[in-house]
């Protein structure tokens, strides 16, 4: 039978390749080109600790037979193999990236320099930061002495280390050494023999240059040595013991963690045949499980995310700006008293919202705040808003999700320094994530209370606001608020509220109402287009996995629903079809911002409706957690969602096809050239210049700095 969906996880590498394709551009800045290798590689870590561990999991479970739930059309055994396949070929192609990008390096006299390539007056440096910084920090370990194996960790890499003697008088012997990375970093700036030259090391050469020293004691005199690192089942196992909590299971499940299955070893393909055999015994792997993936010297790629900063500066770099509503007024809880304001980050500034939370925590007629955090900045403005709020005699209550996938640990930290502070906590509801973005503001105005706040497509957190490309609705919108009011009585006595949710007249909330109001608004659609009146649906999200509503959307395609899509990540989609009455438009689009925000708009028979939401159409979205879709109610506020997404729709640069084979071919139309990303930019600055006269700067340099641009890896993350 064929398949109605394309393969979840196949989609995913494919999202992945779009990454790749980045950093194969050479029209990309070569720092920028090198930054998408790492999150690449990042990507790929993250799916083989999420994605591959659950299906090994389902594969060990099902003995590998087919169909094991009703998700699952082909079984979990075919899926790691033909994972398996394109996961070698995308490693292949990325091997050949990197040294066309090296190359390119060299060229602009950037030299990344092993330990055989040194210059006379490198060696000494490199031996005085071994005994200075590197020594103390690394255990090196004789692991045939030992009769348990070492626990190697997640996200680490290694040296695994053969020592013999060239006339074969001492039986060789194998040494594992943890490469200290997150202490010291990566990279090591070496002395260069000119000022314009950049010599720099990775700091595996730098142990390997010591070898000798770290093993005189043992009388060898060759020291050969190989990078691998280990990827480990990440799913936290949460017991059903009743006499535990949920913060004791999490903190349990953060342990077990760490000692997660191997599900994936990487290694240099030149590696000591001898201790690659010992390293997949010790570990318990074989060849046949697919968990094996040969590669170049160097590997955890993810950390030249943070390449040295060594390139030459070209062009001025664009930075965000102030919403023109926002410029002349020193206060934003004024503006947003008086009418709507949406934010369209990375483009807008994101100190609004901390300064309209820096304003409610200072003013004496608010008397509380509510708010949902998912993933913080480390050092949150936010959090810091919100406990002066509290110190000045607010009622605050934090919903913070200590289920966010990577960010459980630092979850539970924030909660412990709120409770400390004395700021009331909920910590989410059994079985289901809070994914929403809220926040409630209660003010007493006029002898009246009143209510505002903002409603997110995107996290609470400055620093991703720089990369991330989403929108945050700021309002005082009654009946907008009055149902945010009622998600937070959920969230705080979900079996007492959870009736009231159904009656929200705005927001469409998760679990209860988005999937049917979804297939009610689609079925309108298609009914219209029946009838031969115009019908179309345009969507936004990061992703587009449900079967249900992709059906119905094969529906409406028959039917004559003229559909456009933007998804950046897992596309599930069939879109070309001899049944569909129109082609289906259906485009990713990859660049310097990751595109985060959902949009759904539906034409609904000429009285359009217009939503921005927290929720992807996604099982887990849509059944298993708490998410809020917001009606945009404000007329100027709709054309600019809807010229910004014409804009994306149009994009002929960063935009792929999502065909049926997913090959990633670029659009490319004739005439002017449209890269979305720079157009959006340009598009809202032009509002900004009508209040404050200055012109946007010209450069076609990288839109934004990213601080610590671990971007794309919340494909699997959220």
């Given at each position: 039978m064929k398949r109605k969906t394309i393969p979840r996880d196949i989609s995913w590498l494919s999202f992945n390749a779009r990454v790749l394709q980045e950093a194969a551009d050479l029209t990309v800045p070569l720092r920028e080109r090198i930054r998408f290798l790492g999150i690449f590689s990042n990507n790929m870590d993250e799916f083989f600790r999420v994605r591959v561990a659950t299906l090994k999991r389902m594969n060990?479970?099902?003995?590998?037979?087919?169909?094991?739930?009703?998700?699952?059309?082909?079984?979990?055994?075919?899926?790691?193999n033909d994972i398996q396949s394109t996961v070698l070929e995308q490693q292949d192609e990325f091997n050949t990236?990197?040294?066309?990008?090296?190359?390119?390096?060299?060229?602009?006299?950037?030299?990344?320099?092993?330990?055989?390539?040194l210059n006379p007056i490198q060696p000494e440096f490199l031996m005085n930061y071994f005994e200075e910084e590197v020594r103390s920090n690394i255990i090196p370990l004789m692991v045939e002495s030992i009769p348990q194996f070492p626990f190697l960790r997640d996200k680490s890499i290694y040296l695994g280390v053969v020592l013999s003697r060239q006339d074969n008088s001492m039986k060789k012997k194998y040494a594992l050494i943890e490469v200290p990375s997150r202490v010291l970093g990566r990279f090591v700036l070496?002395?260069?023999?000119?000022?314009?030259?950049?010599?720099?090391?990775?700091?595996?050469?730098?142990?390997?240059?010591?070898?000798?020293?770290?093993?005189?004691?043992?009388?060898?005199?060759t020291y050969e040595s190989w990078v691998f690192k280990v990827t480990r089942d990440a799913e936290i196992d949460m017991d059903n013991d009743i006499s535990t909590n949920l913060i004791q299971k999490i903190e349990k499940g953060l342990k077990n963690r760490r000692k997660g299955k191997p599900v994936r070893f990487v290694y240099d393909k030149e590696m000591d045949k001898g201790l690659l055999e010992y390293l997949m015994k010790r570990l318990n792997l074989t060849r046949k499980d697919g968990n094996l993936i040969p590669g170049g010297r160097i590997h955890n790629f993810r950390h030249f995310m943070d390449f040295p900063d060594v390139f030459p500066k070209k062009g001025q770099r664009r930075k965000s700006f102030v919403h023109p509503l926002l410029v002349k007024t020193p206060r934003v809880t004024d503006v947003v008293l008086e009418q709507d304001v949406m934010l369209h980050f990375p483009y807008h500034s994101f100190n609004p919202v901390i300064d309209m939370l820096?304003?409610?925590?200072?003013?004496?007629?608010?008397?509380?705040?509510?708010?949902?955090c998912y993933r913080l900045a480390s050092n949150s403005k936010i959090i810091n808003a919100l406990i002066n709020a509290h110190r000045n005699g607010k009622h605050v209550t934090v919903m913070i999700e200590l289920k966010a996938r990577f960010d459980e640990e630092a979850n539970?930290?924030?909660k412990e320094r709120l409770e400390e502070e004395g700021v009331k906590v909920l910590i989410g509801i059994p079985d289901m994530k809070v994914h929403a973005k809220l926040c409630l503001i209660k003010k007493k105005l006029n002898n009246r209370t009143t209510y505002y706040g903002f409603v997110s497509t995107g996290n609470q957190n400055e620093k991703t606001s720089m990369f991330y490309g989403d929108h945050c609705l700021l309002t005082s919108n009654r009946t907008i608020m009055a149902d945010v009011n009622k998600l937070f009585l959920y969230l705080e006595k979900p079996k007492e509220y959870e009736k009231l949710l159904k009656t929200?007249?705005?927001?469409?909330?998760?679990?209860?109402?988005l999937r049917s109001e979804l297939l009610k608004m689609i079925t309108r659609e298609i009914h219209l287009a029946q009838k031969g009146?115009?019908?179309?649906?345009?969507?936004?999200m990061n992703s587009l996995v449900d079967e249900e509503l992709i059906a119905r959307l094969y529906d409406a395609a028959r039917a004559g629903v003229h559909l456009q899509l933007v998804v950046r990540g897992i596309f599930c989609m069939y879109t070309e079809n001899k049944k569909f009455v129109e082609p289906v438009k259906a485009i990713s689009i990859v660049d310097e911002y990751l595109e985060h925000a959902r949009v759904f708009i539906f034409h609904n028979g000429g009285k359009e409706k217009v939503f921005i939401s927290s929720a992807d159409w996604m099982v887990r979205n849509l059944d298993h957690r708490v998410e809020a879709t917001c009606p945009i109610f404000d007329e100027d506020i709709r054309k600019v969602l809807k010229t910004i997404l014409g804009i994306q729709l149009n994009d002929n640069v960063k935009a792929r096809i999502l065909n049926n084979g997913l090959n990633n071919q670029y659009v490319r139309t004739p005439g002017k050239k449209v890269r979305s990303q720079i157009e959006i930019y340009q598009y809202l600055y032009s509002k900004v210049k009508k209040t404050v006269a200055e012109e946007p700067p010209k450069e076609t340099a990288p839109l934004a700095p990213p601080p610590n641009p671990i971007v794309l890896l919340k494909q699997t993350k959220q």
């Open positions: 060990e479970y099902s003995g590998g037979k087919s169909k094991i739930n009703m998700h699952l059309e082909i079984s979990p055994a075919k899926i790691l990236i990197w040294e066309g990008i090296r190359k390119e390096l060299e060229k602009e006299k950037i030299f990344l320099i092993s330990e055989k390539g070496l002395p260069s023999p000119t000022m314009d030259e950049h010599h720099i090391i990775l700091l595996e050469d730098i142990i390997r240059y010591n070898l000798r020293s770290i093993f005189a004691y043992f009388g060898y005199d820096r304003e409610a925590a200072m003013d004496p007629d608010v008397t509380a705040i509510k708010i949902t539970l930290e924030w929200c007249k705005a927001l469409i909330p998760c679990p209860i109402t009146k115009k019908a179309s649906i345009t969507l936004k």
